[in-house]
């Protein structure tokens, strides 16, 4: 079954069922764009079978919103959209970033998002202002997407269960919110590419990596925090920079060319080696020794 409803589920904080995608033996694996540009979203893996389950606090007519669903070739591609009927303007976005607010009804909103371990999922994640809490716990997650305008969003494996399958590409972007993602090695993915302008990012590599990670991304005028492993596990950094940044190294980190930063780990023949290659104009980037 594919469709959207209305029928209260569990009582606990007024949630009610509002969109399901029912799976199907046909189905090899699962495309999923999901647009919140308000209130506070939670993303959780689901101990039943179903592609996708959204619950809300809200009655459906209560928001605008967009959904679609079609299997094409084995992928079902789902697309979720859901905003307020009045939303915020562009100056209005800002102002709650910078000076918060004093409503309460963007707190109030509530989208909790189910997702199933049955089937691999490309995800694509976007985020306007409020927050939003990820679990990728035991997922399999094939290709992961998140942009977050002024939202703040926290990425975790917090039952501690890593991705089922080899991620393609982690890839973040944050405007003017923040995002800290927390152990990164269980993502198992080999390219993670991050875009900060002028927010606030931290990637958390203090676990040894499973998979070959190579980090790439850019900074604007925002901030970088990147966690680093333990001194056993090789480090190579490349940093194009600009006068007007600031760059903290750390303590293992010692220069071995133009621009180019190594720990005592690595060498040319190293296995395994985590690679950073990094641009940085007005922004600040910081590695943290692990303690």
Partial sequence: MVGFCGVASVAVAQLKKQFTVDNREDCKAVELVLKSKTGNCFVRPSQHSELLNVYSNQDLEAYGH???????????????????KQGKGVGEKISYQM??????ALEEKVWKVYLTGEKPYALDFDYGIGSANIDLSGLAV????????????NVSYNAGRQNQVEMDTFFVKVDLGSLRARQMSMARSKVVMLDVGFGNMYLDFSDKPTVYNRVRGSVGAGNLIIQLPTEDVPVLVKINDSWLCSIHLGRSLKKIGANTYANASYSKNAPDVLTFDLDVSMGKIVFKERN
């Fill in 66 to 84: 967009s959904f679609s669903n079609e299997l094409v070739d084995g992928t079902y591609r789902i697309r979720l959209a859901m905003q307020q």
């Fill in 99 to 104: 000076f918060g607010s004093s409503e309460t």
């Fill in 142 to 153: 094939q290709k992961l997407k998140i942009n977050t305008g002024s939202a703040d969003v």
